[in-house]
């Protein structure tokens, strides 16, 4: 057998191969991604990402919105709700309506932690 046919016989089905493969793998279905951004409900997820320096402004409302919106599936103990306020305060793209916002829906979901809360606030805006 010539090399030259040998080579093209080869390449030919080669060719082949690549097609068949490529027809195969665009035919399949691929599973349908679940919500890609979903957050996660943990109190420490949400915290960590309050305090992650790629947090935008947009992500700061979304990160309150979604702690306050299943707050009652979050169930977060006193600590979680103080060192969240403390996230809130120290964020880079804080402002005082959002600090006081959830100050006062903090204290309104936990009268127990209303004082510590409102030293929480103090302190983090003699820091800023």
Do not use: W
Not at 38 to 51: F, G, N, Q
Not at 63 to 78: E, G, L, M, Q, R
């Amino acid at each position: 057998m010539n090399p030259e046919l040998f080579f093209v016989l080869f390449c030919f089905v080669g060719l082949i191969l690549v097609v068949v493969i490529t027809v195969f793998s665009l035919r399949t279905k691929k599973p349908v991604a679940k919500n890609v951004n979903a957050v996660s409900l943990d109190p420490e997820v949400l915290i960590s990402s309050l305090k992650s320096s790629y947090s935008s402004k947009e992500d700061l409302y979304e990160t309150v919105d979604t702690f306050f919106k299943n707050y009652h599936t979050i169930k977060p103990n006193s600590t979680q709700k103080k060192d969240f306020l403390k996230a809130v305060c120290l964020h880079r793209h804080t402002n005082a309506q959002i600090i006081l916002k959830t100050q006062e829906t903090l204290s309104n979901l936990s009268p127990d932690l209303k004082n510590q809360l409102s030293k929480i606030v103090e302190i983090r805006a003699g820091l800023r």
